[in-house]
């Protein structure tokens, strides 16, 4: 019986090895395909988008703890445009109207309260508010945009300004 070859650390396995040179195969074949297999696969979608989304979202639940790293890398990198990111797309799936909000904008907006919430006054602003909700028609753009506190945010919830204050939420 042969003997196994022995790794060393930061070396990679015979098998790993020819993984490794596979993955960097495909990867070379496909650069070089790239259009060709963007528009194969645009076409396949168009015959059949039920069939791609059932595999998108069967590719999403097996690589569930990959996906939420990703997010929470992202996170890392970039809180005030993940935020941005993730209330742009909370507003496409309400089709809410707007042009958006993009990072530098709302950092702008941060500016123009100081970094505080609008509500309260005293507490960072680190959360975007929408001063008239989206689920009650609100648009998703720079004037209906406020920085709040969590506590605000979370308290007005998606209450007009009005009802807001008369159940003695901030100082608005």
């Not at 997010?71 to 809410?96: I, N, S, T």
């Not at 505080?116 to 989206?134: K, N, Q």
């Not at 004037?143 to 709040?148: D, L």
Request: hydrophobic residues 35%.
């Amino acid at each position: 019986m042969a003997r196994p070859r022995r790794v060393f650390a930061g070396e990679l396995s015979p098998s790993e090895k020819k993984k490794a040179d596979a993955l960097a195969r495909n990867r070379a074949w496909y650069a070089r395909n790239r259009e060709r297999e963007q528009a194969r696969a645009l076409a396949r979608h168009r015959a059949d988008p039920g069939r791609t989304r059932q595999s998108y979202a069967a590719w999403c639940e097996k690589n569930r703890e990959h996906l939420a790293e990703r997010d929470r890398l992202r996170y890392v990198r970039d809180p005030v445009g993940e935020l941005a990111r993730a209330q742009k797309y909370r507003a496409q799936l309400a089709a809410a109207p707007g042009l958006g909000v993009s990072k530098e904008q709302w950092l702008g907006r941060l500016d123009e309260f100081c970094g505080l919430c609008a509500y309260c006054l005293d507490s960072a602003g680190s959360t975007m508010d929408h001063v008239v909700p989206i689920s009650r028609g609100g648009a998703h753009d720079l004037s209906n945009i406020v920085p709040a506190c969590s506590p605000c945010n979370a308290s007005k919830g998606n209450r007009s300004l009005l009802e807001f204050a008369m159940r003695g939420g901030g100082v608005v």
